[in-house]
């Protein structure tokens, strides 16, 4: 990747990127525009993939499944395992996609795609290890067993903060369970997308599967709704805001589809008496500012024992007070861009919400290279200190706030850490085993992900990923996650030469 401004353009960057992943640049025209948030720059112009060509998408992986499903589930780890080489070869190409796209600092891009080498190691394991169970027969001479099989279509819809880590997740795991795949990303992020989609290209050409198994469309909510009313698409994986999940899950259920919501984020931080502070403290400032506060784990609530939050909301603000906020491709910024005009927009209404609602805005919150950059959106990442969690507090604003809130008694923390609509990442920072444990425990935190001496973002592909409550419920990536990407049948085989029925029963 570039390291520095002067010697290159952020278009040419681009364009060669993409060419390196092995996208065919004729095909970049069309009535659609790539922005970057870095400099508000238009980088190309797309082709948008019409309603007709969405379900013919569809038609083909509908059609590539009939055959997919048969190669023994080893053959196809073998495609994703290619996949997985060649993005390793096309890390930093790749990177430098999501990085002129979504805004990410370095080391987040490249951490985005090493992402999805890891889902590919992942999944290659899983292929081998789609394990069904036997149990003892209750009935002389019968064997019982459970066996998975592959689903069908699986449509995945995915966010623009990350670009291709989610739905590699997802493609990794349906192309091993035997599943085809038809990918809609966010418009945000549409050339990274074609970077990846590019690299699969070449991976499933490389051992020779069928190029139908995986089909790129380029669609707006639309085309998104045609992938979620097909009832081919056996299984919809949707990553994104509560408001989308709202409309999709529906939909998808109205016709006895599966789906896998991995949606909006209210996570919080405890921080007890014992707190190690100074080891919370870079915990903190990961998590809450990291990706420039537009993480689905970004650490929004901070909930601190009142005896210590005057010396925490102090360092903070000191450390916040030395982030360098700029380009992502400087090797000293950490915080990057918001990604648009809305997103900034949403965050300063937020805190003029806070403010209204008693709130007290310790740091931050201002537009910064402004001038240089009329197009892009940087801003001072914002601490609120908080009376109580009122309304705006229980919203997920996808931008760098966090707010304060305090507490005196332990069953007061856990219920504000659990008084928000949303369940994904939850973290305590203590050095008292007895509160560490209350909050694993089932009457402790109620979140996907309950961390301890670590903040909310930043989780590892091998455990199972997700959010409960209006997150969503679904685990798309690693555990047994596979689980919802196949069908399971009960088989009972009889070779007892009788009929003898289930619970006694006598008939005939
Ligand atoms: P978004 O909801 O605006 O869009 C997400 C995707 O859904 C896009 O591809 C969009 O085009 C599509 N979409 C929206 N409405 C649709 C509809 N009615 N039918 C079909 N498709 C539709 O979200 P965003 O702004 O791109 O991403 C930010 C949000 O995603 C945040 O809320 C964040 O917390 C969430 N997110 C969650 C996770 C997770 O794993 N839980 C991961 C990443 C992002």
């Given at each position: 990747?570039?390291?520095?401004?002067?010697?290159?353009?952020?278009?040419?960057?681009?364009?060669?990127?993409?060419?390196?992943?092995?996208?065919?640049?004729?095909?970049?025209?069309?009535?659609?525009?790539?922005?970057?948030?870095?400099?508000?720059?238009?980088?190309?112009?797309?082709?948008?993939?019409?309603?007709?060509?969405?379900?013919?998408?569809?038609?083909?992986?509908?059609?590539?499944?009939?055959?997919?499903?048969?190669?023994?589930?080893?053959?196809?780890?073998?495609?994703?395992?290619?996949?997985?080489?060649?993005?390793?070869?096309?890390?930093?190409?790749?990177?430098?996609?999501?990085?002129?796209?979504?805004?990410?600092?370095?080391?987040?891009?490249?951490?985005?795609?090493?992402?999805?080498?890891?889902?590919?190691?992942?999944?290659?394991?899983?292929?081998?290890?789609?394990?069904?169970?036997?149990?003892?027969?209750?009935?002389?001479?019968?064997?019982?067993?459970?066996?998975?099989?592959?689903?069908?279509?699986?449509?995945?819809?995915?966010?623009?903060?990350?670009?291709?880590?989610?739905?590699?997740?997802?493609?990794?795991?349906?192309?091993?369970?035997?599943?085809?795949?038809?990918?809609?990303?966010?418009?945000?992020?549409?050339?990274?997308?074609?970077?990846?989609?590019?690299?699969?290209?070449?991976?499933?050409?490389?051992?020779?599967?069928?190029?139908?198994?995986?089909?790129?469309?380029?669609?707006?909510?639309?085309?998104?709704?045609?992938?979620?009313?097909?009832?081919?698409?056996?299984l919809v994986s949707a990553t994104g805001s509560g408001r989308m999940g709202r409309e999709i899950g529906p939909r998808v259920a109205a016709r006895f589809g599966r789906s896998l919501l991995e949606l909006g984020g209210n996570n919080a931080a405890i921080i007890t008496p014992s707190a190690d502070l100074d080891l919370a403290l870079r915990g903190i400032v990961f998590s809450a500012v990291g990706t420039a506060?537009?993480?689905?784990?970004?650490?929004?609530?901070?909930?601190?024992?009142?005896?210590?939050?005057?010396?925490?909301?102090?360092?903070?603000?000191?450390?916040?007070?030395?982030?360098?906020?700029?380009?992502?491709?400087?090797?000293?910024?950490?915080?990057?861009?918001?990604?648009?005009?809305?997103?900034?927009?949403?965050?300063?209404?937020?805190?003029?919400?806070?403010?209204?609602?008693?709130?007290?805005?310790?740091?931050?919150?201002?537009?910064?290279?402004?001038?240089?950059?009329?197009?892009?959106?940087?801003?001072?990442?914002?601490?609120?200190?908080?009376?109580?969690?009122?309304?705006?507090?229980?919203?997920?604003?996808?931008?760098?706030?966090?707010?304060?809130?305090?507490?005196?008694?332990?069953?007061?923390?856990?219920?504000?850490?659990?008084?928000?609509?949303?369940?994904?990442?939850?973290?305590?920072?203590?050095?008292?085993?007895?509160?560490?444990?209350?909050?694993?425990?089932?009457?402790?935190?109620?979140?996907?992900?309950?961390?301890?001496?670590?903040?909310?973002?930043?989780?590892?592909?091998?455990?199972?990923?997700?959010?409960?409550?209006?997150?969503?419920?679904?685990?798309?990536?690693?555990?047994?996650s596979w689980k919802a990407y196949m069908r399971q049948a009960t088989n009972t085989v009889n070779y007892s030469g009788e009929l003898p029925l289930a619970q006694g029963v006598k008939f005939l």
């Amino acid at each position: 990747m570039s390291p520095t401004l002067q010697d290159t353009t952020l278009a040419a960057d681009v364009r060669r990127a993409l060419q390196a992943c092995g996208v065919d640049l004729t095909t970049l025209s069309g009535e659609l525009e790539a922005r970057s948030p870095l400099t508000g720059e238009v980088l190309t112009s797309l082709p948008a993939t019409s309603d007709a060509d969405v379900t013919v998408a569809i038609d083909n992986a509908h059609e590539a499944f009939k055959t997919w499903r048969e190669v023994p589930a080893p053959v196809r780890g073998a495609v994703v395992k290619r996949w997985g080489e060649l993005l390793t070869e096309h890390k930093e190409d790749l990177a430098v996609l999501v990085q002129a796209e979504a805004g990410k600092i370095t080391s987040e891009a490249l951490g985005e795609v090493q992402e999805m080498i890891d889902i590919c190691d992942f999944a290659v394991g899983q292929s081998r290890m789609l394990y069904g169970k036997t149990m003892p027969s209750e009935r002389p001479g019968h064997r019982l067993m459970e066996t998975w099989h592959p689903l069908g279509v699986v449509g995945v819809i995915s966010a623009f903060n990350f670009p291709v880590a989610v739905y590699s997740w997802n493609t990794a795991l349906a192309l091993a369970c035997g599943d085809t795949v038809v990918w809609k990303p966010s418009g945000m992020v549409v050339l990274s997308a074609m970077g990846a989609h590019a690299l699969l290209a070449r991976a499933v050409a490389d051992c020779g599967a069928p190029a139908d198994i995986h089909q790129l469309v380029i669609a707006d909510r639309q085309g998104g709704q045609l992938i979620v009313d097909d009832p081919r698409v056996a299984l919809v994986s949707a990553t994104g805001s509560g408001r989308m999940g709202r409309e999709i899950g529906p939909r998808v259920a109205a016709r006895f589809g599966r789906s896998l919501l991995e949606l909006g984020g209210n996570n919080a931080a405890i921080i007890t008496p014992s707190a190690d502070l100074d080891l919370a403290l870079r915990g903190i400032v990961f998590s809450a500012v990291g990706t420039a506060g537009q993480r689905c784990t970004t650490m929004r609530r901070l909930i601190v024992h009142e005896s210590v939050v005057e010396t925490l909301t102090d360092k903070l603000v000191q450390a916040y007070g030395t982030l360098n906020i700029g380009d992502p491709r400087d090797p000293a910024t950490l915080v990057g861009p918001l990604v648009n005009k809305g997103s900034y927009d949403a965050m300063q209404q937020a805190l003029r919400d806070a403010q209204d609602q008693g709130g007290t805005v310790l740091t931050g919150g201002n537009r910064v290279l402004a001038e240089e950059h009329p197009g892009a959106f940087y801003v001072e990442p914002a601490i609120v200190r908080m009376p109580a969690q009122t309304a705006i507090v229980q919203d997920e604003t996808f931008a760098p706030i966090l707010y304060v809130l305090t507490y005196t008694e332990f069953a007061e923390a856990i219920e504000l850490q659990n008084g928000v609509p949303q369940g994904l990442s939850s973290a305590i920072f203590t050095n008292d085993q007895l509160e560490a444990e209350r909050f694993l425990s089932s009457a402790g935190s109620d979140c996907g992900i309950a961390n301890v001496n670590i903040g909310t973002s930043g989780a590892e592909i091998g455990g199972a990923f997700g959010g409960e409550k209006e997150t969503g419920g679904g685990r798309e990536s690693g555990s047994d996650s596979w689980k919802a990407y196949m069908r399971q049948a009960t088989n009972t085989v009889n070779y007892s030469g009788e009929l003898p029925l289930a619970q006694g029963v006598k008939f005939l």
